[in-house]
């Protein structure tokens, strides 16, 4: 199996069953497949039907862009340099899973990413040693990500993971306990020379960020399966109408609104649904009452100030290739009040939502585009969003779209079993 992990979402056995879905292959050919079933469903239009698939050229074209799915695999994080490293995967489950790297010896990542919700944690506000500002986002699908976090406040997946372990509301730890827990801890210790092949070294922040580094791989590895919504939007692109017709009609009708007179396509394009960046939608600004969340406004400002940021010295990639939009970034008026537009693949699992879990249930994120308050969107560039005033069938329709996402299942869990030698001691 050790040889499979050069590229660490090796493909499942699903995938690996259809010989033809070479996923680099597909990058190169993905504008080949739009045109050729542009083509393919385009003849004869007939007024705004597309062949009678009941939607429109150009929503056909945007439908397609949802997919195809499984996406092509992003290479492994040049600024880690255990990204990919079946060792390093194992080490990082490992400390996933695990209390000791709590000050109280109780809080976990797991904790409030738990693998039977979709590893979220069901609360509005996470609450680790002490209630959190925010809600707690999957950890699902999070591999080559240009920003973290709801503000966007951390730029690579090895320094978004040191957050919760240094923040005294979440883990309370300091570079210090966890370098002292890692080299007093044997388990952990054997882990830790199996994937760096040294010993933990003196200097108690390096330990750290190696933790973080064993953090991401373990996180790399977890991607979401395929969905009712792929296997419509990929028999749309052959033209397949018999596996069309197995799509619901209530999802078929929300997608229309989804891509169409909705926009919501506008913010949450391609296959995973976001465009990775960062808008206002008109919620509350109060994270606790008479305290603001300033959202990307102040997470810009923590980036810049992050010592483990992908400019910083502890990036393994000399040349900083990713680093450019870091350097480059800056901050604007607009930024308050913004926030990261979250993927949507498993909505449905993901329950209470948005960056404060304000609200409960996809019927109230529907209800909340349908019925938008104007007054609310402080900032220029987001007119695209209006009130929508759907009906009560339209708004269960988008909902019964937003359901086909994908219901939490499966998860690729793509690591090795552990290795004995560690546990043996
Ligand atoms: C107390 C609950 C809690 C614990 C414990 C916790 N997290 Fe989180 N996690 C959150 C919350 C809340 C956010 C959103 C933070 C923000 O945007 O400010 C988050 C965000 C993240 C993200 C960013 C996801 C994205 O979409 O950008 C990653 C990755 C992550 N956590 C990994 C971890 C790891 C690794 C650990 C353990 C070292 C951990 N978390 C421990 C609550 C928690
Ligand atoms: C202007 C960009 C934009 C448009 C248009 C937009 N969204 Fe969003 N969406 C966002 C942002 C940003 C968030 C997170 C907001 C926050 O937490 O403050 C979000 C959050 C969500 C969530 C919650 C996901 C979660 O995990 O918490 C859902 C569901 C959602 N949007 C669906 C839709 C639907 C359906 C439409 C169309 C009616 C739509 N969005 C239109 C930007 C947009």
């Given at each position: 199996?050790?040889?499979?992990?050069?590229?660490p979402r090796?493909?499942s056995?699903?995938?690996?069953?259809?010989?033809?879905?070479?996923?680099?292959?597909?990058?190169?050919?993905?504008?080949?497949?739009?045109?050729?079933?542009?083509?393919?469903?385009?003849?004869?239009?007939?007024?705004?039907?597309?062949?009678?698939?009941?939607?429109?050229?150009?929503?056909?074209?945007?439908?397609?862009?949802?997919?195809?799915w499984p996406?092509?695999?992003?290479?492994?994080?040049?600024?880690?340099?255990?990204?990919?490293?079946?060792?390093?995967i194992a080490f990082g489950e490992r400390l996933f899973f695990d209390t000791?790297l709590s000050?109280?010896?109780?809080v976990s990542c797991a904790r409030c990413h738990q693998p039977g919700r979709y590893f979220t944690d069901g609360h509005e506000r996470s609450i680790g040693?002490?209630?959190t500002?925010r809600n707690a986002p999957t950890v699902v699908d999070v591999r080559g990500r240009?920003w973290y976090g709801w503000?966007?406040?951390h730029?690579n997946l090895w320094?978004q993971s040191i957050r919760p372990l240094?923040d005294?509301?979440e883990m309370?730890?300091?570079?210090?306990?966890?370098?002292?827990?890692?080299?007093?801890?044997?388990?952990?210790?054997?882990?830790?020379?199996?994937?760096?092949?040294?010993?933990?070294?003196?200097?108690?922040?390096?330990?750290?960020?190696?933790?973080a580094?064993a953090l991401a791989a373990f996180q790399e590895s977890l991607a979401s399966g395929r969905t009712?919504?792929?296997?419509?939007?990929?028999?749309?692109?052959?033209?397949?109408?018999?596996?069309?017709?197995?799509?619901?009609?209530?999802?078929?009708?929300?997608?229309?609104?989804?891509?169409?007179?909705?926009?919501?396509?506008?913010?949450?394009?391609?296959?995973a649904f976001t465009?990775g960046?960062?808008?206002?939608?008109?919620?509350?600004?109060?994270?606790?009452?008479?305290?603001?969340?300033?959202?990307?406004?102040?997470?810009?400002?923590?980036?810049?100030?992050?010592?483990?940021?992908?400019?910083?010295?502890?990036?393994?990639?000399?040349?900083?290739?990713?680093?450019?939009?870091?350097?480059?970034?800056?901050?604007?008026?607009?930024?308050?009040?913004?926030?990261r537009v979250p993927g949507l693949r498993n909505v449905a699992a993901t329950a209470p939502y948005m960056h404060?879990g304000?609200?409960?249930?996809l019927?109230?994120?529907?209800?909340?585009?349908?019925?938008?308050?104007?007054?609310?969107?402080?900032?220029?560039?987001?007119?695209?969003?209006?009130?929508?005033?759907?009906?009560?069938?339209?708004?269960?329709?988008?909902?019964?779209?937003l359901?086909?996402l994908g219901d939490g299942t499966p998860v690729f869990r793509l690591t090795?079993?552990?290795?004995?030698?560690?546990?043996?001691?």
């Open positions: 199996m050790t040889s499979s992990l050069g590229s090796a493909p056995a699903r995938q690996a069953a259809r010989p033809g879905r070479r996923v680099a292959a597909l990058a190169g050919r993905c504008a080949l497949v739009v045109s050729a079933a542009l083509a393919a469903v385009a003849a004869p239009a007939s007024g705004d039907d597309t062949a009678g698939t009941g939607f429109a050229p150009d929503e056909v074209a945007r439908i397609l862009s949802h997919g195809p996406p092509p695999v992003p290479g492994r994080d040049p600024s880690n340099r255990v990204s990919g490293n079946a060792d390093a000791r000050s109280t010896g109780l040693i002490a209630p500002d240009r503000d966007g406040s730029d320094s240094l005294p509301r309370g730890m300091t570079p210090a306990t966890v370098a002292r827990t890692i080299r007093r801890e044997q388990d952990f210790a054997c882990r830790y020379r199996m994937t760096y092949h040294r010993d933990p070294p003196a200097d108690d922040r390096q330990v750290l960020v190696d933790v580094k009712p919504f792929d296997d419509f939007r990929d028999a749309l692109a052959r033209g397949d109408r018999a596996a069309m017709a197995r799509y619901p009609e209530a999802a078929k009708r929300g997608l229309k609104i989804f891509v169409g007179r909705g926009s919501c396509s506008v913010c949450h394009v391609g296959p465009n960046e960062f808008h206002d939608i008109g919620l509350g600004f109060f994270a606790a009452p008479g305290r603001v969340d300033p959202g990307r406004h102040a997470g810009i400002a923590r980036l810049r100030a992050n010592s483990y940021n992908l400019l910083g010295r502890y990036s393994d990639d000399p040349a900083r290739t990713t680093a450019t939009s870091t350097r480059h970034v800056v901050q604007e008026h607009r930024n308050f009040g913004e926030f404060d304000s609200l409960k249930s019927r109230e994120v529907v209800r909340h585009y349908s019925e938008i308050d104007e007054e609310r969107l402080h900032v220029h560039g987001e007119r695209i969003l209006r009130p929508l005033r759907l009906t009560e069938p339209e708004s269960a329709d988008l909902v019964a779209f359901e086909s090795q079993r552990a290795r004995p030698a560690c546990e043996v001691l």
